[in-house]
């Protein structure tokens, strides 16, 4: 026999071998898709706006695949009141306040998810908003329903929690996020104003 050719076939099998032997992991898992549930997520962040605190209820939710990750939606809006400086003003008004919102792409990776207490990180990509708007009572005369200064900028936000499995069905996931805006148009505001560091506090529902 050829010696070349024998040497070439080693090779190629060789290569074969070795291209088995090191496939790449996957979040499917080898086999593909062999769970597929899901989940929404209810919880409030506590964050700040230009220097203010900030309450933000969020709500996400979606496709939870071989129960490590979840793809879905987003959407989070500030509650309170957070007060528009006097030079930032569109209309001077002192009942002027900012209203901070975000909607988009949630995925989420959970680590151990069948212990009692594991690991989840997330990631939401998406847009937020600003404006400006009247805070104060409806019944007033000079009531202004006008919202100013409204414009939308892409926004990002990594977190981590730690879960803890209270039931089957409903988890409770404490954790710590990173708010990052980029392109904001606000009057008065920087993108540094409207980023934050938040602490969370969310129970999850549904099939893990």
Same mark, same amino acid.
């Given at each position: ?13 060789l ?10 992991q ?16 209810a919880?409030?962040k506590f ?38 400086p ?21 995925t989420e ?26 805070r104060?009572?409806?019944? /007033?005369?000079?009531? /202004? ?9 892409f926004v ?22 990173y708010?990052?805006?980029f ?9 540094? /104003? ?15």
């Open positions: 026999m050829n010696p070349i050719r024998v040497m070439i076939s080693a090779v190629f099998c290569i074969g071998a070795t291209t088995l032997a090191q496939q790449n996957t979040i499917f898992g080898d086999k593909g898709i062999h769970g597929s549930t899901g989940y929404g997520a919880g409030n964050t700040s706006i230009n220097g203010h605190y900030a309450n933000m209820p969020e709500i996400y939710g979606g496709w939870f695949v071989n129960h490590r990750f979840m793809i879905g939606l987003e959407m989070a809006a500030t509650t309170n009141r957070i007060p528009v006097a030079a930032n003003q569109i209309v001077p008004d002192p009942d002027r306040c900012y209203q901070y919102g975000q909607f988009g792409l949630m990776y959970v680590f151990a998810s069948k212990k009692s207490f594991h690991v989840a990180v997330n990631l939401m990509t998406g847009s937020g908003f600003m404006l400006q708007y009247y104060g009572n409806k019944y /007033d005369w000079h009531y /202004d329903s006008e919202v100013y200064d409204e414009n939308f900028f990002m936000e990594p977190g981590v929690q730690l879960e803890v499995n209270l039931l089957q069905w409903l988890r409770f996931s404490p954790g710590i996020s708010r990052r805006a392109g904001s148009s606000s009057k008065g505001l920087t993108d540094d /104003d409207i980023s934050s560091l938040s602490g969370n506090l969310t129970l999850k529902f549904g099939r893990f």
